[in-house]
C-alpha cells in the first residue's frame, strides 16, 4: 500500500491497542506503544531509500528482504529495544507484542497488491502479488479516515476500529469475487490465453488487463465484466545478436526482466548507437507504456548507457540515458 495508507493503518492499530488494559492504563506505555505501532506500520518501506542509488537496486529490492519472515520477525524487537530506551518504564512484552502486529499488518496488506512482496523469503524468493487491491484504495483510505474521525468525536475505539476492518475484510472478499469475474470475462474474450495478468486500478470496477496465447500479447481494460482489447502484439523470441547479449547482461535489464512478467521488446538504432527496449505490457495508460528499460550499445558490445524505470514521454527518457541525438 502507499505511505498514507499505512499511516492511517497504524493510527487504527493504535485504537486498537486501547483494548489491552495494560496499555489503557498506563500512559507510559501508551506512549511507548502508539510510536512502536505507528514506527512498525512504515519501517518495512525504510527501502525506499534505494531509490537514491538507482532504479535497478530499487526495483530488484523494493519489497523484498524488509518485508522478508525474518524482518517480520526482527522490526517489533529492533523498535521494542529502541523504545525500551526513549520511553524507560513501558512494559516491554505489550510494546513488542503491538509493534509486531503493526509490522505483519503491513506486509500483510501489501501482499494484496499487484506489485507484491518477498515475503516468503528466505523459503522463497517468489513475489507474492495477489493482486486485488489498488496501490492505493480511495475506500479503504476513506473508511480509515472516518473511522478515526469518529475516535476523535468521542467514539469507542476499540469497537469502532473492529468495526472497520470487518468492513475491510467483507471488502476485501468483494475485490476476489470482482477480479473472478473479470478473469472469466478475459477467457471469455481471449479462449486460448496462456497468461493473465490482471491489476486493479484506483477505481472500483476498472481492471488492468493483459494476456497472452502463444502468437500474440494482448493489453486492455476490463469495465465491469466487459473487456475491452486496446493492443495486440504479435509474441516473438528475441533474435541472436551480440548486441542484445550485451544489453541483457547489463543490470537495469536484468532488474527489469526480474519484475516484469510480460513485456514485448523492440531494437533499433539510435544514431551510431544500437538499442534494446523491453517495455511492460501491464501499466498501459493513455496509450502509453510508461515502464520500460532500455540499453544503448556501441560497436564494441559496450553499454554506453541505460535505465529502468517509469517515463512518459521520450524526451525524458533521453535525458534519464544522457543521450543527446546527432543534429
Known sequence: M?????????????????ADPVVASDSVTMTAVFIGVVS???????????????NAVYIRNHRGITHSIPAVLLWPLVLSILLSFLVPNAAFFHVWAWTFLAV?????????????????????????AIGVINTFDPIIFALHIAALSAWMFGAE??????????VIFLYYLLRFALKAAVKHAVQVTIPDAEEI?????????????????????????AYGRSVNIYDRFERESMPKSPYIDAAM???????????????????SHVGDLYEVRLIDLR????????FVAVAHINNEMEVVNSYTGWIFSEDKLLKKLNFVPNS
Not at 505483519?104 to 507474492?128: C, E
Not at 475505539?157 to 470487518?166: A, E, G, H, N, S
Not at 495478468?197 to 486492455?220: D, L
Not at 501499466?283 to 510508461?290: E, L
Open 2 to 18: 502507499d505511505t498514507g495508507t499505512h499511516i492511517v493503518m497504524g493510527a487504527a492499530i493504535c485504537g486498537l491497542t486501547l
Open 104 to 128: 505483519f499488518v503491513h506486509v500483510f496488506v501489501d501482499i494484496f497488491n499487484a506489485y507484491g512482496t518477498q515475503a516468503l523469503r528466505p523459503f522463497s524468493d517468489k513475489w507474492v
Open 40 to 54: 512498525g506500520s512504515l519501517i518495512p518501506d525504510i527501502d525506499t531509500v534505494l531509490k537514491l542509488r538507482n
Open 157 to 166: 475505539p476499540v469497537l469502532t476500529f473492529v468495526i472497520l476492518y470487518v
Open 249 to 267: 547482461e547489463d543490470r537495469n535489464i536484468q532488474a527489469f526482466v526480474s519484475f516484469s512478467p510480460i513485456y514485448r521488446w523492440s531494437v
Open 283 to 290: 501499466y498501459r495508460s493513455k496509450d502509453y507504456y510508461p
Open 197 to 221: 495478468f490482471i491489476a486493479p486500478t484506483m477505481y472500483f470496477f476498472q481492471w488492468r488487463v493483459a494476456a497472452s496465447n502463444k502468437e500474440c500479447h494482448f493489453v486492455g481494460r
